[in-house]
Nanobody, 126 residues
Framework: QVQLVESGGGLVQAGGSLRLCCAA?????????VGWFRQAPGKEREFVAA????????YYADSVKGRFTCSRDNLKSTADLQMNNLKPEDTAVYYC???????????????????WGQGTQVTVSS
């Protein structure tokens, strides 16, 4: 069992930066991949980024590649999403999620994640 709590969301101007944090509790976090997803009003929840359990592999949606960076600290049971050069289209509720799957090709699949945080709002003004 893993419990996840996101923080770090807020209001920022276009071109600005935010750093989201996902704090976890539970024994399996250090062996779980962490994914970041987002959901804008009226849209489906979409994949943003993922990081493997060891941190050695990261994967990004094309829309955020080069702007967002995943990291994690298994000793602190945290995972971060650094978001730079934010755009108004990045406005959404951001969720972190955890999964024990090891097939990296599944990291972008929402249904493969077992545990979810409550989400944090990110608003980017133009």
């Amino acid at each position: 069992q893993v419990q996840l709590v996101e923080s770090g969301g807020g209001l920022v101007q276009a071109g600005g930066s935010l750093r989201l944090c996902c704090a976890a509790s539970g024994r399996t976090f250090s062996t779980s991949a962490v994914g970041w997803f987002r959901q804008a009003p009226g849209k489906e929840r979409e994949f943003v980024a993922a990081i493997s359990w060891s941190g050695s592999f990261t994967y990004y949606a094309d829309s955020v590649k080069g702007r967002f960076t995943c990291s994690r600290d298994n000793l602190k049971s945290t995972a971060d999403l650094q978001m730079n050069n934010l755009k108004p289209e990045d406005t959404a509720v951001y969720y972190c999620a955890a999964t024990l799957i090891t097939n990296r090709s599944d990291y972008s699949t929402r249904g493969k994640y077992d545990y979810w945080g409550q989400g944090t709002q990110v608003t980017v003004s133009s």
